[in-house]
């Protein structure tokens, strides 16, 4: 009976999953941004001042401590493309400098492990998993820190947003036509082809279905309601290992009140220590450290 249930049950998931996937392509395929550019070119330029102009101490200190500091004109360069976009809320792309550090910084500790341990080179691997892919920012910041570190690895991406079906974006790229992903990322191709895996998927979803082996490294960014965070959370806990790192965004008590508990929860739950950058009043990040 049990066995009955249990195939049962996977049915049922796999029409639901199906029926998910065809609502998701109805709808994410479709020019879910707009038919049309959002704003002038000039606008994005605009916009794209404002942003660079802004100061974060936070983050300086954190990679003046670490040592660790992304190029900033590579990393405004990237942004101008991908995070630059027209919306009510301040713009802000400090997670890139907090991404690139963080990660930087635990590679150089696993690297120094493999070396103490003598780990043959076709087992120095590193899986890192990221819900939220959006235009690419974060991934292919990630992927930057990846190749300065020179490590072998996978970036995989997951969002419901297509990879290579073209669309607008509320981008700057928007007014030389429509573009897939793939199209705007073009100036970053080695790295992409390099690292990245885009998939178009659910996380709740695609990360059960995906062989995803140990996580060393994430970054969370996809829904921010206290339920999914907590899902993304123990789905990327149960494949990592003490040390192993997560990384979230928004951690912002006004706004995502959902990320705070969500994160504040799991880790004390499953046994991470986290750090905390910015003010739980503003745009904050936290650096979540599994325990032994």
Known sequence: MKQRLCHFSNKVARKVYKAADVWAKGYWHNF?????????KEKYL???EEAKAQQYPDIDAFEKSRGIAIDKDWLHDLALHTQIVVKESKLCYQHGPVLYTA??????GVKA??????????????TIIETGTARGFSSVVMARAMSDEDV??????FDLLPHNVKMYWNCIDDHEGVKTRQEILAPWKDLVDLYIMFMENDSRVGMRRAAMGRVNFAFLDGAHTFDDV?????????????GDVIVFDDYNETLFPGVIKGV???AKKWGYDIEVLGSRDDRAYVIATKQG
Request: charged letters at 30%; hydrophobic letters at 35%; aromatic letters at 10%.
């Open 32 to 40: 879910p941004f707009g038919d049309a550019p959002k704003a002038s």
């Open 46 to 48: 605009e916009l794209w």
């Open 103 to 108: 990660l930087r910084e635990y590679l150089g």
């Open 113 to 126: 492990k493999w070396d103490k341990d003598n780990t043959p080179s076709g087992a120095r691997m590193i």
């Open 152 to 157: 072998c690895g996978k970036i995989m991406t």
């Open 230 to 242: 907590m899902i993304e959370f123990d789905l990327v806990q149960s494949r990592q290992e003490a």
């Open 264 to 266: 504040d929860e799991g």
